[in-house]
């Protein structure tokens, strides 16, 4: 007993340092994989704030090209309207159509702090629990897919980016169809990487890269980047896509939290598939 | 001025400005420029190990709360206060430390700081890049970060050093 006291009294620096290490890390592990612990992370009321007064302040300096890319977005959406439509059939009048049904709704937001030159990089935005944000719910701006949702406060969330390195979203590769897994491997904030594609498909470079919508957290056909080159892995039958993503994500601003209203009626029947194998 | 105003000073003056001004800066090039460090290598000569340990985690764990990195900074900083004391004893001079001077460049002199602070910021950014990236494979990429980041904290801390320490007594 008296050899134990001796040995506490003896290491208790290290002992402490260890234990202070201990929990440091414990905790960075446990954020890493699940977000229990949110009054730590940048979502909180204090530093929410905070960020937002520092947003108020920059949000300015881009202002130029953020107008212009609304302004874009709007010409494709007012090319959509009927208005701008020549039309063919006369007489015809289409009434109410309810072949279709509002699938996704989206609610606008804008970015008040962000990295990119990190390893996992994790945007705030300034909408949260309030206006409908929920965990997991894709995040899209109007060039191309940001994230997904990792955490929610009442007024801000947190968005785990396309630039971390697991987002695993499954995108498709036009015109080919082939399907596969979105990832960064912590290099560049313009390019990623595609995982699981087999190389017995040629993949011509420039192809467009869209979402796959299986998950049902994005729609189908969004726009994530295009091909940029295409090498063999040694010793697998994979190919390693590189994609330039087509967002800028160093100066993004503004997004829209995509909320899909079918969502529990997928997840309802995907439910009856039997779990003979392991599931992603 | 009171020593322990002067430390909560400093503790808010570098966690605003890691977390406003300096986590908002990219380079690119695995650059990430931390200038945190610098306030656990200006506290005081007699300071005790364990307000060392406390203060060094608790200014880590601040940063931690407003960069999404959620305990990372505060491993790492830990890490450097504990190895404070023994690079200290590493480099001392035969008289020891005066506990009056302040562990900056003016009061100890070109060499020694570059010597103690240069080996303190790589214990302090070869451990976070160590852990954030993780991976052996990438031990490159990781030295890389690691090297790059010191030249630019490096210099980044000099200037601020000149702009919050002069020398303590002009003798």
Avoid at chain 1, 38 to 64: C, M, P, R, V
Avoid at chain 1, 237 to 261: C, F, G, H, M
Avoid at chain 2, 77 to 83: I, N, V
Avoid at chain 2, 138 to 153: G, P, R, Y
Wanted: zero cysteines.
């Amino acid at each position: 007993m008296r050899k134990l006291i001796a040995f506490f009294e003896r290491f208790r620096v290290f002992l402490f340092f260890a234990f202070l290490q201990i929990l440091a890390l414990s905790m960075y592990i446990t954020y890493l994989s699940f977000p229990r612990l949110q009054f730590l992370t940048s979502a909180n009321a204090i530093s929410g704030q905070l960020y937002s007064w520092e947003h108020d302040l920059t949000k300015h300096f881009n202002l130029s090209d953020e107008n212009s890319k609304l302004q874009d977005e709007n010409i494709a959406l007012q090319a959509k309207l009927p208005k701008s439509l020549f039309r063919l059939n006369n007489g015809i009048i289409k009434i109410n159509d309810s072949i279709y049904r509002q699938q996704y709704e989206y609610i606008p937001g804008e970015v008040v702090n962000s990295t990119v030159t990190k390893r996992n990089n994790y945007f705030t935005i300034n909408i949260g629990e309030k206006h409908g944000v929920k965990r997991l719910m894709g995040v899209y701006s109007p060039n191309g897919v940001v994230g997904v949702i990792h955490s929610t406060s009442e007024h801000y969330s947190i968005v785990k980016s396309v630039l971390t390195k697991d987002i695993n979203i499954d995108v498709t590769i036009e015109p080919i169809g082939l399907f596969g897994l979105l990832k960064w491997d912590g290099r560049h904030p313009t390019r990623g990487n595609i995982a699981g594609i087999s190389n017995d498909l040629k993949i011509p470079r420039g192809s467009k890269v869209l979402t796959r919508g299986g998950s049902g957290i994005f729609p189908k056909g969004l726009m994530v980047g295009t091909v940029d080159a295409v090498y063999a892995i040694e010793g697998e039958a994979l190919w390693d896509v590189v994609i330039t993503y087509s967002e800028e994500y160093r100066t993004l601003q503004r997004i829209y939290v995509i909320k899909n209203l079918m969502l529990e009626e997928q997840q309802q029947i995907e439910k009856g598939i039997p779990e003979d194998k392991e599931e992603r | 001025m009171n020593n322990a105003l002067k430390i909560s000073l400093r503790f808010f003056l570098f966690w605003i400005m890691q977390v406003l001004v300096f986590n908002q800066l990219e380079f690119g090039f695995g650059i990430h420029l931390m200038i945190y460090p610098l306030f656990v290598m200006l506290l005081p000569f007699d300071i005790g190990i364990f307000p060392l340990l406390l203060l060094g985690f608790g200014l880590g764990i601040s940063i931690d709360a407003f960069s999404d990195t959620f305990g990372l900074h505060a491993s790492s900083l830990l890490m450097m206060a504990y190895f404070r004391p023994i690079i200290f004893k590493f480099f001392a001079q035969r008289e020891g430390y005066d506990p009056l001077k302040e562990p900056s460049l003016f009061d100890m002199g070109t060499r020694w700081y570059t010597l103690v602070y240069g080996s303190l910021l790589f214990i302090h950014h070869f451990w976070f890049f160590l852990i954030e990236i993780f991976r052996i494979n990438e031990l490159f990429w990781i030295l890389q970060n690691t090297v790059l980041s010191i030249v630019f904290s490096f210099s980044v801390s000099l200037l601020i050093l000149t702009l919050i320490s002069r020398k303590s007594r002009s003798k």
